[in-house]
């Protein structure tokens, strides 16, 4: 393992197998509660908090393969850190979906991506029952913990056991079936709220035109704000940005056909057909006066799921993102096992500047290097950033699994690159400062970088805690087992270690 300066780039190894990337898609069946005591280096005795992941723990029912890893069963990690020492816990989100399944030792439900229940496409007809997963966020806001899946409602858990509470209607906000996305920002100081953070999220509710629906909660979790507006076409939308005026939402040219859906011989996520001779349109919601009318502009962006960041800059809106040149399309017959990696495009770090009074949208590359997963300093969200963090391919060129820790500097193009190859994969990086707020004279990147690791040697995973100047590794806390690749998470200052 090590942490380089990449000016000059350093030379590629041959990085990955297929064979070891595919270990870290196992299933993890059972549900763990211990301290971690095979620690390489030393945890940071600042580092205090809560570290929550979440991810499919879930690839087959009884040994049925599931036919894509969203699909999995949503599977909620928490590493809690105190005093130099680090406990883990793990528990299965108890869903409807999964305990019916679980106690029929078999699949019963059409994923969105395509597990087809056994018994052939006549099984599937006219089934329309997706199963809620909640497996790709969790975050802890208002004094609960919710395991987020954006196509439905969340899940609630207690955060001290991960035990599951039911789904949350966040006081009624909600109705039964009803989409809630997984990737809320906190604006750390809401203009709107007299400086106070507030929690942004949306819904979306796609058709021939799509309702976007923008909720944003006070510390408490009350509701402060809701904002809803109509954009004609389908959107497919995982992700948005936010600035202090705005909700960014990037709709990328797909189609949706429903009909092979209802037939029951496609699942939901493979009619999304990407249009790559449409453009992108960027839709800028305004947060506070609702009589502000949304704008909505176009670009040539790709596919994207992740924004790393948004802010305002005079009469510009600069978004920094993650592009694919093309949706990565999930075949019905395709076995993700299988992935070929070099036939794929790779996701890149782009940055758009939109000119609200001209319309006029520029884009340019900040990082070629196959990345995803962008993270940064939590005060910096909606504002100017200096430092971004993301997962990314151990090679500068090309498309790989992701087993390194990338830093880019935006200002000056510097990077980092903390590399766990050939051996290791590594998740999502999750920032946590050592300044939360920025006013005691903190560094934006000073601070640790925590992800999980996937080592194909040892089959187990491992935490790691990076420095987030220097990438260099400060302390490798080894589990007792694998955990499976997961999605996103989120840190917490409050200790949840009982
Ligand atoms: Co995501």
Redesign the pocket.
Known sequence: MTSVELNPPIAPLQPYTLADWRRGYESLKQEFDYWIDDVEGEIPPALTGTLFRNGPGLLDINGQRIHHPFDGDGMICAIAFQDGRAHFRNRYVQTAGYQAEQQAGKILYRGVFGTDKPGGWWANVLDLKLKNIAN??VIYWGGKLLALWEAAEPHRLDPATLATLGIDYLDGLLQPGDAFG??PWVDPASALDAGEPCLLNFAIKPGLSSKITVYEFAADGQLCRQNATTVPGFCFI??FAITPQYSIFFQNPVTFNPLPFVAGVRSAGECIQFQPSKPTRIVVIPRGDKNRAAQSFETHAGFV??HANAFEEGDDLVIDSICYESLPTVEPDADFRETDFDALAPGQLWRFRVNLPTGEVQRQMLNGRCSE?PALHPAKVGRSHRYLYLAAAHAPSGNAPHQAILKVDVETSDRHLWSAAPWGYVGEPVFVPRDPDLTNGGAEDEGWVLTLVFDARSGRSAVVILDAQTLQLVARLNLQHHVPYG??GSFTPEVFSS
């Open positions: 790709t966020n997984a990737h995982h992700d799921f992740h997963f999605l996103h």
